[in-house]
């Protein structure tokens, strides 16, 4: 048994599929037959091939998008692939010690990184940056085929398309997408990251039970073995014994049976049980996720993350790639109805073309709005795409990380001057398109009044709110456990931002986890919040749950939990309420 972060609540019992990567920490694997070797070697110089020919396009694209200075980062990536030495290193250790691929990269670029480790300049720390970045590339064109050594199956023993799969990896990166898009994907273990990691917002968004910070699972697990993943106590198991198995089948079976009892309520009005009116909107990535919206019954997509678009497209979207992305997923989500954000990569999310940065800590940096007034070009492009798209639905714009109002008034003068050129070329857009702030820094929240002055609307993202507010990274195991939203420092936030938006008369959601998690409704509908933006497999159970509750129950608890002093008594109290309104949903909360 392991132990470790519930990301995504349900019980799966299943096989494991186990997906190897250049820079996780694994026993060095060898080819399961001598004879494979040329295959071996072959595939390896396709995974190449293929990465020396997207840089190339990469190259080009990035000097007409971003500039020269930005292109020349990436002519280097083509002399990194096309090294010799490198290559040779790599046929050299598959051919004499019959490595896999994988397992040779890994060789190699442990090699690099033990050279570089005695150089103290910064250039040649940045270099060993540009080395990782092009094994990556060519390890992901390995990453998800078949491997040949210990630890895995080969020749087609286990066909993963044949069944669903629990995915065991280190980590899941948002540029994997596309290939795990070919996996039956029934469960998702991963040994780092937390309850937002790209891991836990893949899980989510697909109702995928999921546990995230098992350290050294990869190293336990071999492709086809059974496994167990509880996604709310967290708790992995590998290899389980027939009366175990039997224990967690029979849990699987009657949760994906309550879930199939409550996609039902998908044509039902969102009302509590004395007729408020409450309004329940997704969280998407992408098409499918609109389309899925869709199924359960969402009345919009209160948050569309357009960084997964540029984190899984081979080089930077333009303008026309943009706004036909955005159009699609506008025609494909319940009523037309899209919040879309802007960019808010950094911290755990970054692309290559905008630069490297070695920041101590990542979160608190170069990241989000600021990342897009560095890159006006970028920047003016994205609002321009979204603009347009504007025409094809009820649209919104939403811009992460405000901290300051200057920060605002900055933005919506883009937004002001990008209308201006758009109509000075002819070019249709949506004139009605609302901008909004997404609150998440402690700072907004404090200054909200002068905010909501200036903007049409409010999302309050929780997940960094929470972060920040208890100066714990949420995806770090030591301290994730203070990144706690059933908190008093939290609803007393929340409750000064909402008590702000209602004053003013300003629209108000909350997008964050906390919108999903039957406790937390509870209390924010309490509290006055009528807009929840969550993963789409929720909508259905927090449906259920607020017609399970009236208002005046649900201002009864918040009241209540305004007046406790800990999480823990927060927690149990929560708890006891949701058993007393609706019992059957506390397995779709974390434990």
């Known amino acids: ?70 292109a020349e980062i990436f002519k280097s990536h083509l002399q990194i692939v096309n090294d010799q030495s490198l290559l040779s290193r790599v046929h050299e250790l598959i051919r004499t010690h019959q490595n896999t691929a994988i397992s040779a990269l890994q060789i190699v670029m442990q090699g690099f990184t033990a050279t570089f480790a ?12 540009d080395i990782r970045d092009v094994i990556s590339k060519i390890g992901s064109h390995l990453t998800l085929q078949p491997n040949l050594g210990p630890g895995t199956v080969a020749n087609g023993e286990f066909d993963h398309q044949d069944q669903p799969v629990i995915l065991v990896a280190h980590e899941i990166l948002p540029s994997q997408a596309i290939s795990l898009g070919n996996l039956v994907i029934a469960g998702i273990v991963t040994e780092i990251g937390g309850g937002t990691s790209h891991a836990a917002i893949l899980a989510r968004s697909r109702g995928i039970p999921a546990v995230s910070g098992v350290i050294g699972i990869t190293s336990q697990v071999t492709t086809g073995d059974h496994m167990v993943v ?9 290899r389980p014994d027939s009366e175990t198995n039997s224990a967690y089948r029979k849990l699987q079976r009657e949760f994906f049976n309550l879930k199939d ?127 347009r ?59 909200i009044d002068a905010i909501l002055r200036e903007t049409d609307f409010i999302s309050i993202g929780s997940n960094d709110l929470i972060q920040y507010l208890n100066a714990a990274d949420r995806d770090n195991p030591k301290v994730a456990h203070l990144c ?23 629209p108000v959601t909350l997008c964050g986890e906390m919108a999903g998690q039957p406790r937390s409704v509870l209390t924010l509908f309490g509290l006055g919040l009528r807009r929840f933006s969550m993963s789409p497999a929720f909508v259905p159970t927090i449906k259920e749950l607020l017609s399970s509750v009236t208002t005046a129950q649900a201002e009864r608890f918040a009241h209540h939990v ?29 434990a």
């Not at 494991?16 to 595939?43: H, M, N």
């Not at 005695?118 to 940056?129: A, K, T, Y």
Request: glycine share 6%; aromatic share 6%.
């Open 1 to 70: 048994m392991f132990k470790g972060i519930a990301v995504s609540p349900g019980v799966v019992v299943g096989v494991a599929y186990r997906v190897d990567s250049v820079f996780a920490p694994t026993e060095k694997q060898t080819l399961a037959d001598p004879s494979l070797v040329d295959d071996e070697i072959a595939k390896f110089d396709h995974a190449v091939a293929v990465t020396s020919v997207e840089l190339e396009t990469f190259v080009q694209k990035i000097a007409q998008q971003l500039g020269q200075a930005e």
């Open 118 to 129: 005695q150089i103290q300049q910064d250039h040649f720390r940045d270099r060993l940056g």
């Open 230 to 238: 509880d996604g709310r106590e967290g708790v992995v198991l590998i």
């Open 261 to 387: 009892r409550l996609i039902l309520n998908r044509d039902l009005p969102s009302i509590s049980s004395d007729g408020t009116q409450v309004e329940l909107l997704a969280n998407i990535n992408n098409v499918t996720d609109a389309q899925t919206a869709m199924t359960v019954g969402a009345t919009g997509v209160g948050l569309l993350r357009t960084e997964y678009l540029f984190l899984t497209h081979q080089d930077v979207p333009d303008e026309e790639e943009q706004y036909q992305y955005y159009r699609q997923i506008i025609e494909d989500a319940p009523n037309k109805t899209v919040t879309i954000r802007t960019l808010d990569l950094g911290g755990d999310k970054t692309v290559p073309y905008l630069g490297r940065r070695n920041e101590p800590n990542p979160f608190m940096g170069w990241r989000s709005i600021r990342l897009s007034f560095e890159h006006p070009r970028l920047f003016e492009r994205q609002i321009r795409a979204i603009l």
């Open 389 to 447: 798209s504007g025409r094809h639905g009820r649209v919104s714009m939403l811009f992460p990380m405000i901290t300051r109002l200057e920060e605002l008034r900055q933005v919506n003068l883009i937004v002001e001057e990008t209308k201006r050129n758009l109509r000075r070329e002819g070019v249709p857009f949506g004139e009605n398109v609302k901008t909004g702030v997404m609150v998440e820094v402690p700072a907004a929240a404090i200054c």
């Open 484 to 506: 706690e939203p059933l908190s008093p420092a939290i609803f007393k936030v929340l409750q000064m931002v909402l008590e702000a938006c209602q004053r003013m008369g300003t």
């Open 562 to 590: 305004l007046q406790l002093k800990t999480s823990e008594e927060i927690r149990g109290y929560l708890t006891s309420r949701l058993r007393e309104v609706s019992s059957t949903l506390e397995v779709f909360d974390s």
